[in-house]
């Protein structure tokens, strides 16, 4: 059981702020035009996101295992089919897969740590910057490093048992990241250009909104809060039952959505001021933040520590995707800890290899090319979207169809502690319509 309602914030949090919220957030807003992109995305947070969550937690604080075993043993209890536990597989795939990519990045935060401390960034313009991004990329070699050292990290952590111990230390490291962004937001403040990066943020342009756009907010919805493949529901089988589920949802969503839009107000006045592209890629944040760590006075430690507290943040997020792998070795191969860590480890440690190819050798090949929407897209590009705009928004659909029409409505009234009040009747319209809708017209749509 956790301590109390601020640890399990802080464990929530722990695995939905990561790599999504720095990395992924402000490079998917820059490619899909701003405002307008970021409004979707906020609807998806308040609208799809929340009341999933909600949902997520109750089951698993309901059910009180694994998530498959909680699915298994709410769906007997209520005289349900078993087939609802496919859930927790498509769950465990999704980890998988993304993992393998997530790593990559990690390694590229990891590389920046070490590049910081030696002082490349300082008198950098945004050429060498890019220059030194480029060459990072170019060289599946280094990459490969910086992934197995992550890796390596990653596995150790949840083999050794030891996220007691981490869970303290990440309670004071996150404060500091947190802390560190509004730093880099004052610095974007004085020296960027904060008109224009604000308004690019906060302005909407629907005319820049395209339908693979509502799509990517509404996968990343799902990504940045950790939801739709079981990760909440395992969480939540640790929460103790007088604390409210709701409220817990909403800080998490909060401190979640917070960390991203930090990250962007930090990131787009620097792209502004140096003429750089916001529609760049998945090197934005690699290209822009080392330019103001290269000027700012203090740059070589702000750097250092900012690049070492994203890794932190990105292995804590890593940890919550190792983990249901693991955890179906044990049950279901019965396989001991340390042998189902390592074989889930090092079989996504192969699979990240692909995501390596992608960035160089591999960067002209589009495997399913003769998919439409799988056009043009690398391997990587693959992975990311078949899980986050795929697999996620999926399992979030079945999530929201299992308790809004299935589950035990007295159960839920219980779990939520909402008494067939207004706030329990828009929960459960929410989960009934609103969720199935959104999701279905979304799929739809892109699909066509
Ligand atoms: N939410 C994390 C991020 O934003 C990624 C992540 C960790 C995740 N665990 C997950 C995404 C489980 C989906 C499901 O970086």
């Not at 800080?251 to 592209?277: Q, R, Y």
């Not at 804590?316 to 396989?335: D, F, M, Y």
């Not at 399992?395 to 008494?419: P, R, S, T």
Request: with cysteine; aromatic share 12%; charged share 10%.
């Amino acid at each position: 059981m956790w301590s109390s309602r601020l640890a399990f914030i802080l464990a929530a949090s722990g695995s939905a702020v990561g790599l999504g919220n720095i990395w992924k957030f402000p490079y998917i807003t820059g490619e899909n035009g701003g405002g307008a992109f970021v409004l979707v995305y906020l609807l998806c947070i308040a609208l799809i996101g929340m009341p999933i969550m909600i949902a997520e937690v109750m089951i698993g604080r309901r059910g009180g295992r694994s998530p498959i075993n909680s699915l298994r043993m709410l769906t007997q209890r209520d005289g349900l089919s078993s087939r609802w536990t496919w859930i927790g597989w498509l769950g465990i795939t999704a980890s998988f897969l993304i993992l393998s990519f997530y790593s990559v990045i990690g390694g590229w935060a990891l590389s920046y740590v070490g590049q910081s401390a030696g002082g490349i960034f300082t008198g950098s313009n945004a050429d060498s910057i890019g220059a030194l991004f480029g060459g990072l990329l170019s060289d599946p070699w280094t990459l490969l490093i910086w992934h197995s050292v992550f890796m390596v990290l990653v596995i150790t952590i949840v083999a050794g048992g030891i996220r007691s111990g981490m869970e303290k230390a990440i309670n004071i490291l996150m404060p500091i990241l947190f802390i560190l962004l509004l730093v880099m937001v004052g610095y974007a403040l004085s020296s960027g250009d904060f008109a224009q990066g604000f308004a690019f943020l906060f302005q909407p342009d629907f005319s820049k909104l395209t339908t693979e756009g509502v799509l990517t907010a509404l996968g990343h919805a799902f990504f940045t809060l950790s939801l739709g493949m079981g990760v909440m529901m395992a969480y939540g089988s640790y929460l103790p039952k007088n604390v409210s589920i709701v409220k817990t949802a909403v800080a998490v969503s909060v401190v979640d959505t917070a960390v991203a839009l930090l990250a962007g107000l930090a990131i787009f006045p620097l792209v502004f001021a140096n003429g750089l592209e916001p529609g760049s890629g998945p090197g934005l944040i690699f290209q822009t933040l080392p330019l103001a760590f290269g000027q700012m006075t203090g740059g070589v430690l702000f750097g250092t520590l900012f690049f070492a507290l994203l890794v932190v943040a990105a292995v804590t997020s890593a940890i919550s995707l190792l983990e249901p792998v693991v955890e179906w070795l044990e049950e279901q191969k019965g396989i001991g800890r340390l042998s189902g860590t390592l074989i889930g480890g090092i079989s996504i440690w192969v699979l990240g290899l692909f995501t390596i190819l992608s960035f160089n050798e591999w960067a002209d090949v589009h495997p399913l090319n003769f998919i439409p929407v799988f056009e043009n897209k690398t391997i990587f590009d693959l992975l990311d979207y078949v899980t986050a705009n795929l697999m996620m928004p999926l399992g979030g659909l079945f999530i929201a169809i299992f308790v809004g029409w299935f589950m035990n409505k007295q159960a839920i009234e219980n779990q939520l502690d909402i008494h067939n009040g207004f706030g329990f009747k828009i929960f459960m319209f929410i989960l009934r319509f609103i969720t199935p809708a959104a999701v279905a017209t979304v799929f739809i749509y892109n699909l066509i």
